[in-house]
Nanobody, 120 residues
Framework: QVQLVQSGGGLVQVGGSLRLSCATS????????MGWFREAPGKEREFVGA???????WYPDSVKGRFAISRDNAKNTVYLQMNSLKPEDTAVYYC??????????????WGQGTQVTVSS
């Protein structure tokens, strides 16, 4: 069974950095796209970025230049490096496995989510 286990969330000050990890079992991540999404209270799930099988990455303007997705194929793990964090980045962050897309409906498997809180 495909499982995605996330780690690395926490509390960080404005301008700080945080790296989220998403370890996948049951499926080789290099054969699929991995996406990152976030969901803040009262807000819709928001696309944060994705990486496809060839290593291409895609980010929305809201995080472009601040967030970066990387992949460690040996560990079957993807990472979301978040820099220059802002209070509006506060959300539960989810990794997902599936098709290379900015839509959450394109992903088949999801991590459990991890809270990222950026305090002023």
């Amino acid at each position: 069974q495909v499982q995605l286990v996330q780690s690395g969330g926490g509390l960080v000050q404005v301008g700080g950095s945080l790296r989220l990890s998403c370890a996948t079992s049951g499926r080789t991540i290099s054969s699929y796209a991995m996406g990152w999404f976030r969901e803040a209270p009262g807000k819709e799930r928001e696309f944060v970025g994705a990486i496809n099988w060839s290593g291409d990455t895609w980010y929305p303007d809201s995080v472009k230049g601040r967030f970066a997705i990387s992949r460690d194929n040996a560990k079957n793990t993807v990472y979301l490096q978040m820099n220059s964090l802002k209070p509006e980045d506060t959300a539960v962050y989810y990794c997902a496995n599936g098709d290379y897309s900015g839509s959450y409906s394109s992903y088949d498997y999801w991590g459990q989510g991890t809270q990222v809180t950026v305090s002023s």
